[in-house]
Structure formats: structure tokens, C-alpha cells
């Protein structure tokens, strides 16, 4: 708005000598200083009202939070793509690129579900894809979602219409999720896998995920995650 003022202000001091001494020239600069006032009023209009920001806001370019509220805890679905990330960055350099790829389009098919299990108390873990070994399955990848005290399993089963299908299992005990064997292949293109076994209560599931660098690591990690045992750096204070 100051720089429209300034602008007004020049066009008039240069007319207004115009509209004293050179009668000739009135009805000219009348014009001139009507459009430039018709402009000015334009462009206030464009402009609209100023809305003030933080500067905190300014740098991350979200909106300020009212006076008196401090920053919000992560949402649900912030909290299991910051799981995805975790896991990702304990993966080999070469596994970690087919990995997203894989754990994205995965975890896209299971968000509403997994999310549900999830409350505004919970912070990152881990998130895994995963084959269940069983009959009740469809022939899609599973996700597993650890996070403190719980692990959440999501699948797709059913006739017709397949849909999600989960269950929360809670955890005490880094035991309850654990490497049990190495399985062989399914494909002539696809890496060796890892069984891992996760006990329930009166019920284990065996899961498999694809043996590849740094996988091990995160099951290791995720076990203790979910114990209390292990503590990651995003969490610590």
C-alpha cells in the first residue's frame, strides 16, 4: 500500500503545476490524475487484506499456529510415513530405491486401515511389507506397522470384493517379533527371504520379508521399538 501512496503523491506534484499555470493543459492532466487515482484504488482492491504471519510460518511457509498454542504432535498418517522413512534409512544404498518403491504403493492400499489401530500418543517406528503365510490371504503384499507397545498387521482377504483386513497385537516383550528361519526364493528374479514370527495372544503369525541389506537391523530395531527396549533419535529429547 505505501508504494501506491508514493506513486499517487508523484503523479500529483508533477500535474498540479500543469493545473496552475498552464490553463491549456487543465483538462489533460485532469485526466491523467483521474486514471492514476482509478489505477491506484485498482491495484488496492487486487492486493486484498494483509494477512500477518510468524516467523517461523514465513520459513516453513505454513500457517501460524493462534497465540498461545505450541507446535501439534504429528498426525496418524504423519506418523506412519515417518515409519516408512525409518525403515528406509537403516536399508543398504542399493536395496533402498526397489524398497520405496515396493513399501509405497504397499502401504497406499493399507493407510485407512492401519491408521485406525494408531493413536495421537504414538510416534514413528517401523513399516514393513510383508507376504502372511497362510490361506486366508489374498495374493498381495501385507503391511506390518511397529510401533511402541504394538504391532499392527494389515492384509487383504476375502471373496469378491477383497478388502483390508487388521489386527493390533500388543507388545511387552522384543520376543513376541523375531527372525525364525531363511526361506529359499519364490522367483528366479526375487531376492532370499526372512521369516519372521509374530506371537499373539493364542496366535503366532509367520510373515515373510525379502532378506536384503540392512533388513535384519530393522527387525532387530523394531522389536525393541515396540518393547521399550530401543529408542530412536527422533524421539529422544
Given amino acids: 500500500m505505501k508504494w501506491v501512496i508514493v506513486v499517487v503523491a508523484l503523479v500529483g506534484a508533477v500535474i498540479s503545476p ?17 486514471l492514476t487515482a482509478v489505477i491506484a484504488v485498482t491495484l488496492l482492491r487486487r492486493r486484498g487484506p ?6 517461523t510460518a ?6 501460524s499456529a493462534p497465540e498461545g498454542e505450541g507446535e ?4 496418524l498418517t504423519e506418523v506412519l510415513i515417518a515409519s516408512c522413512n525409518v525403515t528406509l534409512t537403516h536399508l543398504g544404498d542399493q536395496a533402498r530405491g526397489r524398497y520405496r518403491q515396493l513399501l509405497e504403493a504397499t502401504v497406499g ?21 510383508v507376504d502372511i503365510d497362510g490361506s486366508d490371504v489374498h495374493d498381495t503384499t501385507s503391511v506390518l506397522l511397529v510401533v511402541r507397545e504394538k504391532a499392527i498387521l494389515s492384509w487383504i482377504s476375502g471373496r469378491g470384493v477383497p478388502r483390508p483386513t487388521s489386527v493390533m497385537v500388543p507388545i511387552a516383550d522384543h520376543e513376541q517379533l523375531e527372525i525364525v528361519e531363511r526361506l529359499p526364493r519364490k522367483g528366479r528374479f526375487q531376492p ?3 521369516r519372521l514370527r509374530l506371537r ?4 503366532d503369525y509367520f510373515l515373510d520379508v525379502f532378506d536384503i541389506a540392512g533388513m535384519e537391523t530393522v527387525v532387530s530395531f523394531a522389536a525393541g521399538v515396540a518393547a521399550g527396549s530401543v529408542t530412536l533419535e527422533s524421539d529422544q529429547p
Fill in 72 to 75: 501439534s504432535a504429528p498426525s
Fill in 58 to 63: 514465513k520459513r516453513t511457509g505454513r500457517a
Fill in 50 to 55: 494483509r494477512t500477518e504471519r510468524s516467523p
Fill in 109 to 129: 492400499v493399507h493407510e485407512d486401515t492401519l491408521v485406525q489401530h494408531l493413536s495421537p500418543a504414538d510416534r514413528p517406528g517401523f513399516a514393513l511389507a
Fill in 192 to 194: 532370499d527371504r526372512i
Fill in 18 to 34: 500543469l493545473l496552475l499555470n498552464y490553463p491549456a493543459d487543465q483538462a489533460v492532466a485532469g485526466v491523467a490524475l483521474v
Fill in 200 to 203: 499373539a495372544e493364542g496366535h
